[in-house]
């Protein structure tokens, strides 16, 4: 079948695993050379952090890195995420296939490798951008220890999405990341989230405390998206080669000023991750294909728009398969 509106989709924190990355690390010279220059624009090995579990025999004044603190996570992420997409490039080309893709989205910091993936900045500059933003979502967390996320699920059908957010309101609480028809999750003071929970559940909705290091998506956080934002006017953003459909807004975007705007407020702004993926829909969307590690899109795709197909790429079987699929 020919595709006529691929759309790519990239994950982000939460995705992490030991061993992401590894088979394709292993087998292509391109995803270790995407490592290898993360090495020298992070200054330490990020392959063995991802591929092999911490040693905690050490000095416990000088703790393993880990890969799910958030100064870890998401270079990893990222790292794995564009790794993934450079082996499936290569891999087309050398069957012949034109991977011409229409669109790029990516789930919070998934968003940075959609726009390297959509040529709006090159690798290495956006990893340190990655770094330094986890670095600052890190601190100003430090600042909020009381504060966190929660998951809201509705099992049986779709969340009222403007019952969910009067009731933020009600508690001094935030709407964070609406991802699904089914998922949304909420931040603010853990305190209030615990109470908002007990309505919650007596409505029936499942509730889940998330292991966050601070209310992200939340404008507890605008401090750090200011801090970013200091790079983000200096640094230099191409005209995208292919639409990147934003986290805030869910606008079809290429422009170097949208991109800026975009990435400091995704920090403290409410991400619309189901508004992303139906605007990418309306857009004609007919093949999602998730690049990077997990299949955590994949499955919220299930419950955003069930009836377009969806291929993922994050190691050699999943490639083959896709790469199968779009030579057919």
Known sequence: MRYK?????????????????????????????????AEMVLGYDLAGLCFNQPDVSGDPADPPKDINK??????????????????????????NIDLD????????????????????IDFASCLALVKE?????????RDFPEAGLMAVVDRKGDLDYEKISSLCKEYGLYVTLKNTRRQIVVGGISTRLAEMAKVLKNEGKMTTALKVEGPFHTPMMKPAADRLKKSLDTITFKRASKTVIANVTADAINAPEDIRNELHSQIFQVVNWRGSIEKAVQYGADLFIEVGPKKVLSNMLKDISPGIPQLNVEDKASLEETIKALAG
């Not at 695993?17 to 995803?31: R, V």
């Not at 992420?77 to 499936?88: E, K, N, S």
């Not at 933003?133 to 967390?141: K, Y």
């Open 5 to 37: 509106c691929i759309t790519l989709i990239f994950p982000g924190q939460g995705s992490q695993h030991i061993g992401m990355g590894k088979e394709l690390y292993d087998a292509f010279p391109a995803a270790r050379e995407i490592f290898h220059e």
């Open 133 to 141: 933003r986890a670095t600052h979502m890190t601190d100003v967390g």
């Open 101 to 120: 893709f229409r669109f790029t989205a990516g789930h919070s910091l998934g968003e940075y490798t959609a726009l390297v993936a959509a040529g709006a």
């Open 70 to 95: 958030t100064i870890y996570t998401q270079p990893s992420v990222f790292t794995t995420g564009y790794a993934c997409f450079r082996v499936l490039a290569d891999a087309c080309r050398e069957s």
